[in-house]
């Protein structure tokens, strides 16, 4: 599982409210990501890094936004969930650097917006 | 990146071997193929990679024409356990190694 870990792996919100999912590496790989994925539906990326502070969006950003303090950490905040918002979420890391597509997934997190 | 397009579903017996088959006409001169398995409630996982010709280990073959245009997963002798959902993917070079992922093709394997 190259040492990913997300949190929480479930959880129930309200509309309206600010939630924070993060993802935690062990390895200080450079590249990270999140994706959503919808019943029926590949995996979309919301948002990537490539270092610390270095941030980029990916095909469906609006509504989200994410933060890398350190290289360990990426944490991706719905700053007001609404219920389409209601996917399963997943954190992603790239071993390899540029050249190489091999990416390892953690175990994802459940997010209901009621 | 290049759109890519696989079938939906695909059924097999165990032990047979299972190729699917994912098309992607515009794919650019440095755009790579990759396979991904994903099983119910958890991430995708890596299967294999190419760029040209044929690429084998220990799970998959990948066998890619020279005009690149396709591609072929091949799964040799599948068990019940590689019933998942399989996704191909067109990836460029840069651009943090983007992945887009389509719909994929849910295999089922049965006794």
């Known amino acids: 599982d190259a040492g990913i870990t997300q949190s929480p792996r479930h959880k129930v919100t309200e509309t309206g409210t600010p939630v924070t999912l993060r993802c935690h590496q062990t390895e200080n790989h450079r590249y990270m990501y999140w994706y959503r994925q919808d019943p029926g539906h590949g995996l979309r990326l919301i948002h990537y890094s490539y270092g610390v502070k270095d941030t980029d969006k990916g095909e469906v950003s609006d509504g989200y936004s994410v933060s890398r303090s350190k290289t360990e950490d990426f944490l991706l905040t719905l700053e007001s969930a609404t219920s389409s918002q209601t996917s399963v979420y997943f954190c992603?890391?790239?071993?390899?650097?540029?050249?190489?597509?091999?990416?390892?997934f953690g175990p994802g997190t459940r997010l209901t917006v009621t | 990146l290049a759109k890519t397009t696989q079938p939906i579903s695909m059924d097999s017996y165990e032990g047979q071997e299972v190729n699917i088959t994912c098309s992607h006409n515009?794919?650019?001169?440095?755009?790579?193929i990759t396979w991904y398995q994903q099983f119910p409630s958890q991430g995708p996982r890596f299967i294999i990679q190419?760029?040209?010709t044929k690429v084998t280990n220990e799970v998959a073959s990948l066998f890619i024409p020279a005009d690149r245009k396709s591609s072929t997963l091949s799964l040799p002798r599948v068990s019940l356990s590689d019933t998942a959902v399989y996704y191909c993917l067109v990836v460029g070079t840069g651009g943090g190694n983007k992945l887009t992922f389509g719909t994929g093709t849910q295999l089922k394997v049965e006794l």
């Open positions: 515009n794919i650019a001169t440095n755009d790579y």
């Open positions: 992603a890391i790239s071993t390899n650097g540029a050249g190489s597509y091999e990416q390892y």
């Open positions: 190419g760029y040209k």
